[in-house]
């Protein structure tokens, strides 16, 4: 049984909360915010989960094994490296940390106390990326060549982080999960419309050696929701539209091959198009998946799905695309690292 | 009554051909194309429009007072040249010209000669732009922030221009049109996956010094056909969906201002979220349009709404683009353009 | 304060504590329900509210004032009758009886008790179908000519009531909140799959003096799932579509009117089509909105929105349905009613 | 090589020639309209084709196989008649004639003249249609549970017939090539908003004795245009949706089974709900497919798939459908034929 604290009880953490309560193999021990209105609705939603207001009383509580952090980005670095010193096993929210440097300090550190650090990206534990991870190790849809995503609405504009680090993670992290091939560097373009040089609209590429393109249109400022990404292959193509009730996920018979006309100096393209195949998807909450490979890995020394390497090369995405913003679109090259290669090994 | 020959009787020299027939005040009266089989196809359709094998035969035709060229993008500065310098009134299909210098020699001459160069850039002829132009004009968006488009689908794969050359135009042509400010700068990256060096998915992104931002996304290779644009006003927004077949602009009562909280430091953002407005749109052929512009230009000495300063202004972002997709997405800075002041003097 | 006691905690049951809960001026005392695994789970979720075994422990609690009735529609008549006599208000879940005698009997016996009886059609409280009434008492409909509906999915096969029962009253409310004039007769034809001789298809037409028609399609054996009602009238026209997210209602600015021709003996039909209005539709709960609208009118003798005289004539169409399916389809006549008159007077 | 004449130029009849010229082996002659400034447009359009004004014209012309007959249904049977009496070949429009009796008289006329008589049922020329026939030859569907059909739009009022009678023979003939089941027995309730007792909105259930039923819901009065079919299976459903470009026919693997229990008194159904698979259709143009399997039928002696037998099943359908609307939606069995019984041997 493991013992599990909450730092943050806002919007997300009381779905954190939620789930812990219904996984296996834990208990939600205590909760954390500084609010008093939020430790109220704490209690009457929850009698039996204790209410504190500082950090500490978890990171520090000894019947604690397990330490969840919901709170804003620029908090994470210290709460997770306070508790990880206090031999707590970590999950962070999304993004990871603020900085590529932050998130390697605290996965040495991980590795060092022997504890679990991981990552809450929980797309990669919905139904419909399993079924595109499956579809993808089964070689359907051969070799992939780009990967485009849309990931638009009337967003609340954030005030310490931009567009980007905002809702790119979802969408980097499926990138991370069903691709392996290393991103070679990044391209970002960006505009704030308020005064806080935060971007509210932000287009981010990511580019591959092979020839794979990865593209992501994030904006706090469209009056219509989209939650849509294309993955094409040479043999097969997918749509994963998030917002279908029930047809998630599109799998497009559709390919194409070339051919080179010596004589006319020509490429010459053939296209394949074929039947159209919609599989169902588990629909079993993402976040109780997500909690209970927390509490499983903690259990069992595994790695769970969303590590916190996958975490790291999110972080190092984003951190680019600041790079590339701040240099009115210039490709940033991204540096290998070690732990993306260990996390493919 | 003027007098029209077609060079070029492919898919849309077709659509061409019926639709000047169809036009007031005018007569086609001949159609260049070097392929036998095209020029019988024209007999069986059309048995009363003399079909000839070489375009300078409609070009040096004396009776001929306006000339159509409807041929692959390289061989428009020639053609167009040659017209004008017979002393014809010509129109060019999109994009224009391979380059700006080019399309800049065209426009002098034409003035030179006095004579009417025109683009179709169809787009502008639709019920679906003028109504968007109708409310821009009326100051109903407020300030203009962005412009989104998509425009992907299982596309012919060009042997001579790439996916931003071939579909872009259209998009362009409705920034251009719809918003006065001149860009400043251009980013873009593409991909090819063939061995033939030309682009198959491209990024475009438009920078303008207001902060306004202008984002395309083309591809030959989705396989979901999108024709989507977003424009974004600080009081109103609009979603332009080409592929609905009758509620193609949706007006979204929504938009957001801001307040800076000097105690705390933040910007304040407040959404407004009210009614949707779906207004009818003519649906009259928007060629059939395109074509009545032309000739009654030609007749009344007029600029036409698709006017070749415009045509200009696209190769001017379509150059820019591809320097920037060779130099990994570099920024791309836009000269400003005396044409370019022209247009909206 | 008015104290609340529940019959039947199932799935609809858990629904109405969460709303009475939130609900203003009440209080939920007690829930009955004679599965011991029902009451488990309302004293995990609810711990304040007695979990009763027996829905008399309810009905003669003196310190209840309101009791809410969520069982099958067979024991609607007898708990609501034993409630009554008891003093107490009542809610009844939809559709009201098995019968419309039954359905008599309890107004009647409410009368004399001078105690509110009231049906929960939960529908009228939403947003969606508020927007459709005012559209319609400001005339901008005209005069409505149809209404059409389609409710159809996969459902669960009701085992004592069949898919008009348990889908049509939605709509059949909507209906008799929307058009004052009173229905003429009802056609209905339905089809068992099972052996058990309860339709699980079945459609049924309502017919009016006037020339209005309303038709109802309902399914439980749908692949796909739709919500969608037309409401024509000669001068607007709205379609309801309860699956959209944000876009529930579309006014269409259309209409038809039409001329005898006396030389040709024809009737030449004008149509007008113009635009399309999206109006904002509140979003609020509607099932905390029907709670406060009980308890509000128990409080202040008031008249609910769904009344028992509305309840009283969905089940008046539903019995003659009924009566239409076993009779091959034929035309069931609907007895003018007492109650009826009174609704709209 | 078959010479065919046409007579009525009106909407439907532009296609015919326009479809007949592209067929195989046959020529179009000439074309009957008693209009001028019909047959001028036709000159215009096909120089090569006759224009005449009396449909005897046609009728009576030694070198005319096949008369195809495009003109109001109230005619059909008169001009069917002659055509065949002087031995040529007939295709008529859809419905086949005003009422069973005529089409009877005219199948026995045609097999004592052993002339070949069909009816233009184009939609089973779909690519769509016939995908459904090969999933069903091939029991993917399974037992055939229900067929409902919604046909609706902002139509042209008919003078003549009422809108079952123009929309419906659509959807009936789909019915009854795809199912082998003679209907038993039909109901229908209709409405009409003029003056002219010619209804514009009506319902049509089709009863058969296996517990199949079929429901057509057609409209010209609707402000959306529908174009849904659903079939449902016991093994797998179908949606056939005619709007969408690419995706017209989606096969769910959705089926329900259900077991008596025995000691409840209860049916109970279980659900089967698995992928959903999308094939691709053929989109060759329907009304080419059918002209050339007239012309191939008159020269190889054979049935066509669109055959007299089946034009006479729908107009059977049609004449109880108004016997049924004459008596306020009554049952009216329909009789069994010879022909019917040919039909399916």
Chains 1, 2, 3, 4 share one sequence.
Not at 38 to 57: D, I, T, W
Not at 232 to 251: A, H, R, S, W, Y
Request: proline letters at 3%.
């Amino acid at each position: 049984m493991i013992n599990v604290g909450i730092i943050g009880y806002g919007y997300w953490g009381t779905n954190l909360v939620r789930n812990f309560f219904a996984a296996k193999n834990c208990c939600v021990k205590s909760v954390a915010d500084f609010r008093p209105e939020r430790l109220q609705q704490l209690e009457r939603s929850f009698p039996s989960v204790k209410g504190v207001k500082h950090a500490l009383e978890i990171i520090q509580d000894p019947e604690i094994n397990a330490v969840v952090i919901a709170t804003p980005v620029f908090t994470h670095f210290e709460l997770a490296r306070e508790a990880i010193l206090a031999g707590k096993n970590v999950l962070l929210e999304k993004p990871m940390t603020s900085s590529v440097e932050e998130a390697e300090i605290l996965i040495d550190l991980a590795e060092q106390k022997g504890v679990l650090l991981m990552v809450d990206h929980t797309y990669l534990y919905t139904g419909a990326v399993e079924k595109m991870k499956q579809l993808i190790d089964r070689s359907e849809l051969g070799c992939i060549k780009y990967l485009d995503s849309t990931r638009i609405n009337l967003g609340l504009f954030q005030s310490d982080i931009n567009v980007l680090w905002d809702l790119a993670p979802h969408d980097l992290s499926i990138l991370k999960y069903l691709v392996s091939e290393q991103p070679y560097s990044v391209n970002a373009r960006g505009i704030t419309h308020t005064e806080n040089r935060i971007e509210n609209i932000a287009y981010l590429t990511v580019n591959f050696q092979s020839g794979l393109i990865a593209h992501f249109n994030c904006s706090w400022s469209s009056p219509v929701k989209l939650r849509m990404m294309l993955i094409g292959g040479d043999k097969k193509m997918i749509l994963f539209n998030d917002l279908e009730p029930t047809e998630k996920i599109k799998v497009y018979d559709t390919g194409y091959s070339y051919a080179t006309d010596e004589e006319k100096k020509q490429v010459l393209v053939d296209y394949r198009t074929g039947d159209i195949h919609v599989p169902k998807v588990a629909t079993s909450e993402a976040l109780l998946n997500m909690a209970e490979d927390f509490i499983s890995c903690i259990e069992q020394k595994n790695t769970p799905k969303s590590s916190s390497y996958l975490g790291l090369e999110v972080v190092r995405i984003l951190e680019a695309s600041t790079q590339s913003i701040r240099n009115h679109g210039k490709e940033v090259i991204l540096e290998p690292s070690y732990a993306a290669a260990l996390m493919h090994s």
